[in-house]
């Protein structure tokens, strides 16, 4: 049985409706773009979310 389609407002707070999903295409970047500027970069962003979340973010390197 297919899953049934429930529009919503996008998650960027354009006030557009999706098809279900959290953001329409792009805005999902458009907004972590727009979250990065607004703390100072990706570095600031990271800091503030290991704080948030009381515990170091490992990154995979290969």
Not at 17 to 37: E, K, N, Q, Y
Request: hydrophobic share 35%; net charge positive; proline share 5%.
């Amino acid at each position: 049985m297919p899953r049934k389609i429930r529009p919503r407002k996008c998650a960027c707070g354009c006030g557009a409706m999706t098809r279900g999903g959290d953001f329409l295409p792009g805005h999902d970047a458009r907004t972590l773009s727009a979250v990065i500027s607004s703390v100072g970069g990706v570095a600031a962003l990271r800091t503030l979310v290991e704080n948030a979340l009381k515990r170091r973010i490992e990154v995979e390197t290969e």
